[in-house]
């Protein structure tokens, strides 16, 4: 299933290092060709010797070693790579790549790849819902690399329970081998996403806008490029970093990103409408800045074009795919949706959910189409949601319409 597949193995300092070797002895009887670089820290827990014996090739422990053949190791390693996968990734390295830090074999050599980066936290639960180990993932997901959720259950210390546990080596190669079975399978497909809010001008300094930081759009955007698409990425204003490869264009209002979307329609096999666009904007603009009068302040508004909606009224053989943000009868107003706009299918979540909704690396949606629930998903990684849902899209996008 793997065979041909050149898989870097990252391990870190951690008791769940044992459980590393139970999921390269999975991988390698997949056909894989493994190759394990360990930290200072890891060799602490488990020896280079059992890794060199599963995978059968040198383990690399040292920056400065001796190399086997010549050539500069971490660069050849690097460019060799179909696939990272960090594990355990501890605090530390997930610091380390977060920050531009390059100070070991590992750390150098996933900074010098440009194959995708996997990450599989494990750690204390309080060193993982630190704010700033939070924010070292968040900043990395933004940028391309992907994390998988850690486990729930009893950590290392005596007594202590909660989230940070290493998946179980079963689990974890699962997940590699649904990244190898994408492969480039959009080749040839054009794309469009909407991703990010709308902001609605009150007068020069106030807006109306929504809580969407654009993550779940960035994601698909992400996926379909990976995948082979061509892909246009209309985006709302944003603090994150577009992917590489994607035609990019930025706008403001819900009028900017409909007439994007329409002066690019021709050309597409499929929308996706990620992002939350303001329903309604104000009537009058004012072009100078509203004064405090009173206790009250009153705005007329005036509906926004619904996107989604034109797009389903004019997209013949085309394939639209929507996105709601519920927070009560999610399948009954999803559904509702798709058969008013003409979707093929929606994703819908509860944004009361928590790790579900806006600002969130990760998402808790259903796939819904006109006759229901198509995939109902648990709480996994906005790119995990993002493959989950161009699975379904592509089926649709290779048959006759």
Known sequence: MLKGKNIVVGVCGGIAAYKVVDMVSRLRKLGANIQVIMTENACEFITPLTFRSLADNPVITDMWEEPKEWDIQHISIANKADLFLIAPATANIIGKIANGIADDMLSTTIMATKAQVIFVPAMNTNMYENPIVQQNISKLTALGYRFMEPGIGSMAERGVYGKGRLPEPPQIVEQVVEFFSHGKDLIGKRVLVTAGPTREAIDPVRYISNHSSGKMGYAVARAAVDRGAEVTLVTGPVSIKPPEGVKVINVNTAIQMRDAVINNFDEQDAFLMVAAVADYRVLEESNQKIKKKGNAMELS????????????????GKRLVGFCAETENIIENAIDK?????????????????????GTDTNIVKIIGRQGIIEDLPKISKDEVAHKILDTLKNLLFMEA
């Open 301 to 316: 508004l005036v509906k926004n074009p619904d996107i989604a909606e034109e797009i389903g009224r004019i997209k013949g």
């Open 338 to 358: 798709v058969i008013r706009k003409n979707m093929d299918f929606i994703v819908a979540n509860d944004v009361t959910m928590e790790g579900a909704g806006f």
